[in-house]
């Protein structure tokens, strides 16, 4: 399982240092994408393939499917980690993401999010004022 929270810096030619926790997880070469929210998605292939199911099963009739296949797909990257446990972010992906140096890295169960550390701070203030809203609303523990 993927969790945790992680600070990094994206260096100059756009690599970034994937937690040993993580790298653990997601194993050597793995998926990078959009994701929600304005964050990249990084997908373990096990996990990628069922992304990729979910997803060829929306009809092809319906213009939200063929749009959000589109932008998901288009922006994919089959990343490997390097000797050092560094991965190559595309530009696309870094400018998508508006991430320019500092970032952060999170596990979140199935896949891990690479956010920009300012839009992390916000979200992270947000939900965790209404986390206890959130949590009445979705789950009983």
């Not at 990729?52 to 092809?60: F, T």
């Not at 490997?80 to 596990?107: F, M, W």
């Amino acid at each position: 399982m993927l969790m945790g929270e992680y600070e990094h810096s994206i260096d100059s030619k756009g690599r970034l240092i994937i937690p040993s926790k993580i790298r653990s997880e997601i194993g050597t070469t793995f998926i990078i994408t959009r994701g929600l929210d304005g964050c990249l998605f990084g997908y373990p292939m096990n996990e990628w393939r069922k992304v990729e199911e979910k997803i060829n099963q929306l009809p092809v009739s319906k213009k939200s499917a063929r749009s959000f296949s589109r932008f998901l797909f288009s922006a994919a990257d089959e990343s490997k980690i390097d000797s050092q446990g560094r991965v190559n972010i595309p530009d696309t992906l870094l400018n998508y993401a508006e991430i320019d140096k500092k970032c952060v890295i999170v596990g979140v169960s199935t896949r891990i999010e690479i956010w920009s550390k300012d839009k992390w701070d916000e979200f992270s203030k947000t939900a965790g004022e209404e986390f206890d809203d959130i949590a009445e609303d979705l789950i009983d523990f």
